[in-house]
């Protein structure tokens, strides 16, 4: 095991766990072993199996009968009672020192072999591009964030908050995948926009081929390009679906393109874009739009939109607009 997770002979774990394995052999016993929570669970045992035999009754006698039994045993006794663990209670105890095994060899597996996401970038108020190490490059989207969860020759794994737009070299030797809320890409190498927003991870497919899957692996579809896919919170594969590129990637060159959408749509863009909150009536909200819009500055950006729709956004506190109708 130490040659395997790189363990020191003397680890606190690994002698613990050798401790107990002398248990289960029978060349040692349960209480010889010298470890704090080991100690205390031996206790509460005796108190329990100290309780349990003062006070055992059995259905052919009375309550009181047991008990005087009971106080005529103790008042009997001329040496010290010493309690000694049955042959089923050393299985009790050999199971669960297997448990504390497993678990404490688990723990360690798991730390060896899933180390912590590493923050590789993170897009605050603009944009931001990252090289990968392979030559991959990763323009993340305003209030975005990009983690790596491993790299090897085999595979290069990462993990988005928020939305970017990816362009993965090719390497026919090698997968790229990208987590995403509840659904993940694995990718030779392609062009594609990954979004994690509104509880739901969406892929635009610009160029090339990928699999977009479930997070739990269960259901996937390939996507070839010009083709979208949606997956929900609660892991439900939406059908491919058509897209036009300059509407999805758009924000790139600090533009937000639509055509035919609603204005509920154009508001929820510009929400994330700049980590707002925006307010209009319902009525404003329905109305769909086509055109564009800077992206440069929030107060800019609504300003235009606000002529469009023949009124206002007025800003009611720092992160906060709300349309009003003009007079």
Request: some cysteine; proline content about 3%.
């Amino acid at each position: 095991m130490s040659n395997e997770l790189n363990l020191s002979s003397n680890d606190p774990d690994l002698v613990l766990a050798r401790q107990y394995g002398k248990v289960l052999t029978g060349a040692r016993e349960a209480e010889q072993i010298n470890d704090p929570l080991h100690k205390l669970l031996v206790r509460a045992r005796n108190s329990a199996n100290q309780t349990e035999r003062e006070f055992q009754t059995e259905n052919t006698e009375s309550s009181w009968n047991c008990v005087e039994r009971a106080i005529l045993e103790i008042e009997s006794r001329s040496e010290p009672n010493i309690l000694s663990i049955t042959s089923t209670k050393k299985w009790y105890w050999a199971a669960a020192a297997v448990i504390l095994i497993a678990f404490t060899s688990l723990f360690l597996l798991r730390q060896t072999l899933e180390p912590e996401p590493r923050l590789l970038a993170e897009a605050v108020a603009s944009i931001s591009v990252v090289e990968l190490a392979d030559g991959s490059t990763v323009t993340l989207r305003p209030n975005s964030r990009l983690y790596q969860l491993s790299s090897s020759d085999q595979l290069q794994s990462y993990s988005l908050n928020g939305e970017a737009l990816f362009e993965v070299e090719s390497q026919s030797e090698r997968t790229f995948a990208v987590e995403a809320g509840p659904g993940r890409v694995v990718v030779t190498g392609t062009r594609f926009n990954l979004s994690d927003r509104n509880e739901r991870s969406t892929v635009h497919l610009l160029d090339g081929s990928v699999i977009f899957e479930t997070a739990d692996r269960a259901r996937s579809v390939t996507l070839s390009s010009g083709e979208a896919s949606v997956i929900s919170r609660d892991n439900v594969l939406g059908d491919p679906f058509l897209f036009e590129p300059e509407e999805i990637t758009g924000w790139t060159q600090s533009r937000l393109t639509f055509r035919n959408r609603q204005v509920s749509e154009i508001l929820t863009e510009l929400e994330f874009h700049y980590n707002i909150t925006i307010q209009a009536p319902d009525e404003i909200q329905q109305i769909t739009l086509g055109g564009s819009v800077a992206l440069d500055n929030p107060d800019q950006s609504l300003e235009d939109l606000g002529v469009v729709l023949g009124g206002e956004f007025i800003q009611t506190n720092d992160q906060s607009y709300q349309f009003r109708l003009a007079r």
